[in-house]
């Protein structure tokens, strides 16, 4: 079972830039296929972000695509750029032992606490 526990978040200007990380406190992640969703007040969680195990895959949601891209080390990596009001949200680290053939919030299996996003305009 993975420990999730995610860094970075904040508050920033809309165009502003933020790096969200998670790591996993049990160090077994290495094998999970990793994501990062978010859930704005009064919304429903949402697929952000996803990336394969072996890291040679990415996914994105189309309203993030080219401005947000994930990656991951040791560590699972949220570069934010072009950053929006309607970004601002709990983001979560997430992760699963299969690979993200539905991004669906219910097949994840462990999540990370969250972490605040707030982007003024």
């Known amino acids: 079972q993975v420990q999730l526990e995610e860094s970075g978040g904040g508050s920033v200007q809309a165009g502003g830039s933020l790096r969200l990380s998670c790591a996993d406190s049990?160090?077994?992640?290495?094998?999970?296929?990793m994501a990062w969703f978010r859930q704005a007040p009064g919304k429903e969680r949402e697929f952000v972000a996803a990336i394969s195990w072996g890291g040679e895959s990415t996914y994105y949601a189309d309203s993030v695509k080219g401005r947000f891209t994930i990656s991951r080390d040791n560590m699972v990596h949220l570069q934010m750029r072009s950053l929006k009001p309607e970004d601002t949200a709990v983001y979560y680290c997430a992760g699963k032992l299969s690979p993200w053939g539905s991004t669906s919030p219910r097949s994840v299996s462990s999540w990370g606490q969250g972490t605040q996003v707030t982007v003024s305009s």
């Open positions: 049990a160090r077994t992640f290495t094998r999970h296929h």
